[in-house]
């Protein structure tokens, strides 16, 4: 099953407009990343948030983590035309893989497709 | 640095074909992975490598195989194609451990007929 799940599925927008993503996961994490995925292309990292961190922000965007809720939000301010992509939040479960050496692995959520109108 | 680079970037097969997905990355990273993309299921980790030498299994990895040779390349085996592994695939490395920034190829379009 998905560790993190995102909310909504899709988003429609005007621009200008501000965009609130959320994404909720399971198990306790090391950290949580958020990627943007534009359309027939691969998937580009926007930021990441650790465990022990409340908030970040860069650029026009803001993320917050909530561990004891066990949530995310990516916050993308005067929105864009140019944001219309698929937004996807993933998250490194605590663990021990690969011979006792704890790499991690990160788990994808489903993504929510977001759609600014010019 | 041409980052990581994928190819085909589209491919037909047949069932029960054989072919092998080429992923290469010039960052001297020491992770790398494969994920699967299908529409509702975000990405499925298929297999991963933390070093030369060294891989491991993900969430999905009944049909394909993996090798790493070498830090800068990363084939995914598909053995004996199936309908059910028509997908988007993608490759990503990553310079540390997994939980880190990862570096995503442009991806391989995968449909088996």
């Known amino acids: 099953s998905q560790q993190g799940e995102e909310d909504p599925q899709a988003l429609s927008i005007q621009e200008g407009e501000n965009a609130t993503m959320n994404c909720s996961y399971k198990?306790?994490?090391?950290?949580l990343q958020w990627y943007r995925q534009n359309s027939g292309r691969g998937l580009v990292h926007l930021i990441l948030?650790?465990?022990?961190?409340r908030e970040k922000h860069s650029g026009r965007l803001r993320v917050t983590l909530d561990t004891s809720k066990k949530s995310s939000s990516l916050l993308i301010t005067a929105s864009r035309a140019a944001d219309t992509a698929s937004y996807f939040c993933a998250t490194d479960a605590l663990g021990i893989h690969a011979g006792g050496t704890s790499y991690g692995k990160l788990t994808f959520g489903q993504g929510t497709i977001l759609t600014v109108h010019p | 640095n041409a980052g990581v680079t994928q190819t085909p970037k589209f491919q037909v097969l047949k069932t029960g074909q054989s072919m092998t997905l080429q992923c290469a990355q010039d960052m001297n990273h020491e992770y790398m992975s494969w994920y699967r993309q299908d529409p509702g299921m975000g990405l499925r980790l298929i297999h991963y490598s933390v070093g030369a030498g060294i891989t491991d299994q993900g969430e999905v990895p009944n049909g394909y195989n993996v090798s790493r040779s070498t830090t800068e390349d990363f084939p995914l085996r598909l053995l004996s194609a199936a309908p059910s592994q028509t997908s988007v695939y993608f490759c990503?490395?990553?310079?540390?451990?997994?939980?880190?920034?990862?570096?995503f190829g442009p991806g391989t379009r995968l449909l088996v007929l």
């Open positions: 198990t306790s994490i090391n950290n």
């Open positions: 948030i650790r465990s022990n961190e």
């Open positions: 990503a490395s990553t310079p540390g451990l997994a939980r880190e920034t990862q570096y």
